[in-house]
C-alpha cells in the first residue's frame, strides 16, 4: 500500500488550511527551554576556570526573593515560585488574572572539589549568577620543574 498525498482544488480553502496546521510543529516539545510538563525552564549557562564554576540563569521578571538555592550533599538545586494577582473592576464587568511561574534546575557538583561553605549568588537584571569556588587542594596546580638527583 503506498501513501499519496492528495492536491485539493485550489478554490477550496479547508483541505489547506488542515495541510498547513497538521504539517506544522506544533508539539514538538522537545526544545531545551521545556520541562516534560511543557513549562518554560531557563536557560542555563555553566562556565569552569581555575578557581570556581560560574553558572548563570536567565530569569527575567523575577525578584531575589523567588528564588531558593539549596545544596544537599553534592546536589544544587534552584528553583523558583512566583505568583502574580491583578483585578481590574469597571462598570459591568470585572476581571480576575493570575499567573504562576516555576521551575527547578538541579546540578551534581563533583565530589570533593567544590568549598561549598563559600557559594555566593547574586539577581541583577535578569540574570541570576552563582560563584561555586574550588577548595584549594582541587585548583590546578602550575607546572613545576622537577630536579634530577
Known amino acids: 500500500m503506498n501513501l499519496i498525498k492528495r492536491n485539493w482544488n485550489n478554490n477550496s480553502a479547508l483541505p489547506n488550511l488542515f495541510d498547513d496546521f497538521f504539517n506544522r510543529e506544533l508539539f ?11 513549562t518554560t525552564v531557563p536557560s542555563v549557562n555553566i562556565r569552569e576556570n581555575e578557581d570556581a564554576y560560574e ?7 523575577m525578584e531575589k526573593n523567588d528564588f531558593e538555592i539549596k545544596l544537599d550533599g553534592n ?3 534552584i528553583s523558583s515560585m512566583k505568583k502574580n ?3 481590574a473592576k469597571e462598570e459591568n464587568f470585572t476581571r480576575r488574572e493570575f499567573s504562576y511561574q516555576s521551575f527547578q ?10 568549598d561549598q561553605d563559600n557559594i555566593n549568588a547574586k539577581y541583577e537584571n535578569g540574570l541570576l549568577s552563582l560563584v561555586i569556588p574550588k577548595k584549594e587542594d582541587a585548583k590546578r596546580k602550575p607546572p613545576r620543574l622537577i630536579e634530577i638527583s
Open 105 to 114: 534546575r538541579s546540578f551534581e557538583l563533583p565530589k570533593d572539589v567544590v
Open 55 to 61: 553558572v548563570e540563569v536567565a530569569a527575567p521578571g
Open 75 to 77: 546536589l544544587l538545586t
Open 28 to 38: 514538538n516539545w522537545g526544545n531545551s527551554n521545556y520541562s516534560s510538563t511543557s
Open 85 to 87: 494577582k491583578s483585578e
